[in-house]
């Protein structure tokens, strides 16, 4: 069986600097997987590049076997809340039902069945009462649930979310990771960008860390430990007592 | 007099300057639109700086005044300013703003250079290139309209069949990228578009306002709704009812410039828009904003009450305003409201009481932190 996800000796920059020096990933089927790493160690950079929105310098991305470009419909990418402007004159079912742009083609609208898919995946996400609002008069977790929302509606079977918890409370972060749960039971593979490794046991099965370089990558119990964290985040992060860490998982 | 307005309104002439503001009213409402939510105003205002020495060497380089060459010169140089500002933000630690003023000042000044040296050849007077400096709607003849409604047609097709790919590229550019929109594609076709928006409009409304016939209509529309499609028709209304109305003040004998006239009525629209709209106008805002502090200055006044004649254990015994001056800052005005809603009552003018509904309501304030009135 093909892995979901396999990045071979992936680089990107920034103008000089690079930001990912020769990544080597393979993620299998089915997993709810975590990238962790510090402030610039190029955790977004990894899931722009891997859909080409930054240009590597080199390297290939395999989803399924396939390039990006051969077959987009696999892959819904969930960019960070704070990249667009949340004052732009659209309604919440609005932007879900972008999530079937892609798959319309040239001068198609979106017709009765989007619709009707659009209101599941925002009825899924909990929003049901708030379809008609415009999206400014939303709260965070609630703007990062449209989000989720226009994700589910792309029907992909490789979800890539960027700081999905960023600025939530704890109640829509409850929500949001049940709902990543529930696509990992479906099947579907699902990378999320993460900064709380409070959480890292008890979300996800498997963690990549990363820092520029990947330092590690496999099952959460194997290799969220605290040498791998010393590896990734050097000395700007203190450790957590190893107590600490065995007693996280829920 | 009536006679007269109404000879006005069917005169041929007019006739023509309004068919043709009001093709540039739409075509500058719609991308205006655009231009607003990709912050690309001030880009606008480059670009049709930018136009004015495509003019002049336009007319330089062809001898002829006519519009089609003209308008053609100002397209190119449009878009030499656009790729000018690119690469200075992509070459050079420059940041976008600072590129624009550059471009705007470089190349209108250039402009400017250019229209003095051709004003000093002879027989070039007559050619009137000063006119698109801040426009002279009075020169469109029946030729322009007709280059005008070309363009303006084709945007408008161009608009409904990419309506989707617009509105993506608007809101979510990155999202749009891993869809499959070609962004790269749709950026050039757009940024050409509000070009176009802004060549078509240089002979009515002149290089220096321009860019307010794209932005003014745009904004005063983004008022009144939250739909985007909703706003771009209302911003192309917006558009017209500027370009109709302002060429009619100028060629009413006012005397004013067509251009200056446009805009000011765009903006006059923009100023009630910003004022009168509900939900995001200054108006609703400004009786919310007072009524809530309003309630919150008479829900603090019975909170503090309630404590005081807590302390003194017996509700509706009666205390001195003077108390409530000490600490608490005093506003007469609001007990005398709290009199009249019947929940205090004065004693001798210089101390006051509750009444059973006055204390029942501080205490469910303080209780369910909920106070309406």
């Given amino acids: 069986m093909k892995p979901a996800i396999e990045i071979f000796d992936l680089t990107a920059a920034y103008k000089y600097k690079p930001v990912l020096w020769d990544i080597d990933l393979t993620i299998p089927e089915g997993v709810l997987m975590a990238v962790i790493g510090p402030n610039g160690a190029g955790k977004s950079t990894l899931l722009k590049a891997m859909l080409g929105i930054i240009k590597p310098v080199a390297g290939t991305v395999r989803f399924f076997g396939y390039s990006y470009e051969e077959n987009r419909k696999l892959v819904a990418y969930v960019p960070q809340k704070g990249s667009v402007d949340w004052d732009f004159p659209t309604t919440v079912i ?37 379809t008609r609002r415009q999206i400014s008069q939303l709260s965070g977790g609630q703007q990062q649930r449209v989000f989720l929302a226009r994700a589910l509606m792309q029907e992909a079977e490789i979800f890539l979310l960027d700081e999905p918890f960023q600025g939530v409370d704890v109640t829509t972060e409850k929500s949001i990771i049940k709902i990543l749960k529930d696509l990992r039971s479906q099947g579907k593979t699902v990378v999320v960008v993460h900064h709380d490794l409070q959480t890292v046991e008890s979300y996800f099965d498997r963690v990549a860390l990363l820092n520029i370089r990947l330092m590690a990558s496999g099952a959460v119990s194997e290799v969220f430990n605290p040498a791998n964290l010393e590896r990734t985040y050097g000395g700007n992060i203190k450790l957590f007592p190893e107590s600490q860490l065995n007693t996280q998982s829920v | ?47 049709s700086h930018a136009a004015l020495p495509g003019i002049v060497l336009a007319f330089l380089i062809s001898g002829s005044r006519d519009s089609l060459w003209l308008l053609s010169g100002a397209a190119i140089f449009g878009w030499l300013a656009t ?66 409604s070309v363009v303006g047609v084709v945007i408008l097709i161009c608009m409904l069949l990419f309506w989707k790919e617009f509105k993506i590229m608007a809101f979510d550019p990155d999202f749009a990228a891993t869809i499959g929109v070609k962004t ?38 983004r008022q009144w709704t939250n739909k985007l499609g909703m706003m771009v028709f209302l911003s192309a209304l917006f558009g017209v009812i500027s370009g109709v109305g302002g060429s009619a003040i100028s060629s009413l004998g006012t005397r004013i410039s067509t251009g200056p006239s446009i805009i000011l009525t765009a903006v006059l629209i923009g100023a009630i828009s910003f004022v009168l709209a509900p939900e995001r106008g200054l108006m ?90």
């Fill in chain 1, 94 to 130: 609005d932007v879900v039902m972008m999530g079937s742009y892609g798959r319309l083609g040239w001068f198609k609208r979106p017709g009765r069945k989007e619709k009707k898919q659009a209101y599941e995946a925002i009825e899924k996400v909990g929003l049901i009462d708030y």
């Fill in chain 2, 1 to 47: 007099m009536e006679n007269a307005i109404t000879e006005f309104f069917t005169n041929h002439t007019f006739l023509i300057i309004a068919a043709g503001t009001s093709i540039l009213g739409i075509v500058s409402g719609m991308l205006g639109s655009f231009a607003m939510l990709r912050r690309q105003s001030l880009f606008g205002d480059a670009i």
């Fill in chain 2, 83 to 148: 790729l000018f500002i690119l690469s200075v933000v992509n070459n050079t630690r420059i940041k976008s703003d600072s590129a624009l003023g550059i471009a705007l000042s470089v190349f209108f000044g250039f402009g400017i250079v250019l229209l003095t040296y051709v004003q000093k050849i002879p027989d070039s007077q007559q050619a009137g290139l000063d006119r698109f400096i801040f426009g002279q709607a009075a020169t469109l003849v029946k030729r322009d309209v007709i280059i005008m």
């Fill in chain 2, 184 to 221: 790269r594609f749709f950026n050039v076709f757009l940024t050409s578009m509000i070009v176009a928006a802004i060549v078509i409009g240089l002979q009515a409304v002149g290089v220096v306002l321009m860019s307010a016939m794209l932005i003014a209509p745009a904004a005063a529309a």
């Fill in chain 2, 284 to 373: 609703v805002k400004w009786i919310r904003d007072y009524q809530n502090r309003y309630k919150l200055e008479l829900q603090k006044i019975l909170d503090d009450m309630l404590e005081i004649s807590l302390q003194h254990g017996e509700p509706y015994h009666p205390h001195s305003l003077a108390i409530l001056n000490h600490t608490r800052g005093f506003n007469k005005k609001r007990i005398l409201d709290l009199v009249n809603y019947g929940y205090i009552e004065l004693v001798q003018g210089n101390e006051w009481k509750f009444t059973l509904k006055g204390y029942q309501k501080a205490q469910e304030s303080t209780t369910s932190n909920k106070f309406e009135l």
